[in-house]
């Protein structure tokens, strides 16, 4: 089985479905995308693919060949709760901008920051990764004090807001991975940047 998104795959030791009389051996059921996005799935039994296409679509293994049907959000649910309860959240992604040469944040980025905060708040358990940027005005000494000055002074908002130091890694890239190429000495905003992920 070659899987390019999110399912589960399910063993089923006792026989719970019989089809043409054969028992289900394993179940499939590609799940939708958290964004809604395109997803699919190919599943293979002996010399027999069935395409999983989109969300909710299933198969099952049994002892024959792979049979396909549609499962719902309802079955997935009542069936595997439990499991996709004890799942950790998603990882989420946040880019704050800041003003040139400087540790301040953008006005903007400071009400991202409060979006950042709110999904925290949803976490039980937090892993950060902080990585500063800048543009490619000056050295790369300069740059590189001035990513790392970036992502600490976001950590520090984070700590200050009950993060443990612990949960947060802060690093700086410098003038490495410019978001928006640009030739040595050209001020980009959109270059100004940290990027956390928040897992």
Request: include cysteine; glycine fraction near 6%.
């Amino acid at each position: 089985m070659n899987a390019s998104r999110a399912a589960l795959r399910i063993a089923l030791f006792a026989p719970a479905a019989w089809l043409v009389g054969c028992a289900v051996e394993e179940r499939v059921i590609l799940l939708p995308e958290a964004n809604g996005g395109p997803t699919s799935l190919a599943v293979r039994q002996g010399t027999h693919d069935v395409v999983l296409d989109h969300g909710y679509a299933a198969a099952d293994l049994t002892a024959a060949d792979p049979w396909r049907y549609e499962a719902s959000a309802d079955e997935v649910r009542k069936t595997f709760g439990d499991a996709l309860a004890a799942q950790p959240m998603r990882a989420a992604h946040f880019t704050l901008y800041f003003n040139e040469a400087s540790d301040d944040l953008t006005q903007d980025s400071r009400q991202a920051l409060e979006r950042m905060f709110a999904d925290l708040d949803k976490r039980p358990v937090r892993d950060i990764v902080i990585i500063g940027h800048t543009d490619a005005v000056g050295s790369d000494e300069y740059n590189d004090a001035l990513a790392k000055k970036r992502a600490d002074a976001v950590k520090a908002m984070l700590v200050v807001r009950g993060v443990a130091q612990d949960d947060i890694v802060a690093i700086g890239r410098g003038k490495r991975d410019l978001l928006i190429p640009t030739p040595a000495g050209i001020a980009e905003p959109r270059n100004r940047r940290v990027e956390i992920v928040v897992r």
